[in-house]
């Protein structure tokens, strides 16, 4: 990096290179004519490297990239063009004849070409040590499933343990004003709630998102206890427990693994070399023109943010992990180019929820 140059790249790297990061590296480098047509380059590999292609649109990337070729021949010098230039544009003919690019394409090859050269322990018999290798992990692998205490050859357990790690335990009391937000948000996207929150929701046209956030916890609460007070309920043991709402005491992590991801505070990733604390959440909003709009429509946007806090909310009978965070304000800190690409100024973030 010092000198500026990228070596030893593999052929997987120049195509994530072109097809991700070419159109953010050149962003303000080049004219924007040349950089206009370098990026319709790098999206129209992008599309047809996708796991599903829409045939409708094979016809317009085939249009796409004739008019991306004659740029390129616009702006770019003579030499710049060969018969590898002149392939792009059979490629389209080529996906309706044989399917999708990713089940054809000699990255998984290459892959495993690595893994057979690992095997070489002798240079001048290689083919013997690729065999050898090749049958002595066979055989391990196969009796391996017949013993209960032996490791599978993969990746270690203690990798897998890894991803749900939980980090930085600490109890906590909290505000009752913060916890009822938490708890609003859970009851907000739990399904076995759903049909009360429509009930909620349905008692006015003028019943605002802001008097719904306010009264839903009580309301919920008396709702569910007056139908347990029916011998015949259909309340779940879930909803018998959201209904109470948590435990003021909440457990509080730095780290926090979730079905295989992991997530961290921005207070932790400031002390590490990797940086796992930003979000990005499409939730649905209350959209109104102005103060007197009676008929305020609800959509779906896209918001981003770090996480500040995480929180394992505790039912008694079960737990819930939220994540308190700062988000970034859409009408000043959003940005989309003429691209496409999305910019979110960490230093735009004003609301903390």
């Not at 050149?26 to 129209?44: D, N, T």
Request: hydrophobic share 40%; aromatic share 12%.
């Amino acid at each position: 990096m010092k000198d500026l140059r990228l070596i030893n790249l593999k052929s997987h790297d120049c195509h994530t290179l072109m097809q991700q990061l070419l159109p953010v590296a050149i962003r303000g480098l080049l004219p924007k004519q040349v950089r206009a047509v370098i990026v319709r380059l790098c999206y129209f590999f992008n599309a047809i490297c996708c796991k599903v292609i829409d045939p409708i649109k094979i016809e317009e990337l085939q249009e796409e990239v004739v008019v991306t070729l004659c740029l390129l021949e616009k702006y770019f010098p003579p030499a710049f063009f060969d018969v590898m230039v002149h392939l792009v544009v059979h490629l389209l003919r080529e996906i309706k004849l044989c399917g999708p690019v990713w089940l054809r394409w000699m990255y998984p090859m290459e892959r495993y070409m690595k893994i057979l050269k690992g095997y070489v322990r002798n240079r001048s018999r290689p083919e013997g040590c690729i065999i050898e290798c090749y049958v002595a992990e066979e055989a391990v692998e196969f009796y391996s499933e017949y013993l209960e205490s032996a490791q599978t050859i993969g990746i270690p357990k203690s990798l897998e343990s890894r991803k749900n790690v939980r980090m930085g335990f600490k109890v906590t009391p909290v505000e009752y004003k913060m916890l009822c937000e938490a708890h609003f948000y859970v009851l907000q996207n739990t399904p076995e709630v759903d049909c009360y929150r429509l009930q909620h929701l349905r008692r006015g046209e003028r019943w605002l998102q802001a008097e719904h956030r306010r009264c839903f916890i009580p309301w919920v609460r008396q709702k569910i206890e007056t139908e347990l007070a029916n011998p015949d309920h259909c309340v779940t043991e879930t909803l018998r427990w959201l209904a109470n709402e948590p435990r003021r005491d909440v457990i509080r992590y730095s780290g926090y693994g979730i079905n295989g991801y992991s997530f961290h505070t921005h207070e932790h990733d400031l002390r590490s070399t990797t940086q796992n604390s930003g979000v990005t959440v499409e939730g649905e909003s209350l959209h109104v023109s102005s103060a007197k709009d009676k008929n305020p429509i609800y959509a779906n946007m896209s918001y981003y943010g770090v996480i500040e806090d995480i929180w394992e909310l505790n039912y008694t009978s079960f737990k819930i992990a939220v994540f308190r965070c700062k988000w970034v304000d859409n009408k000043t800190g959003v940005k989309v180019d003429e691209h496409g690409f999305t910019f979110v100024p960490v230093m735009h973030i004003t609301s903390n929820r």
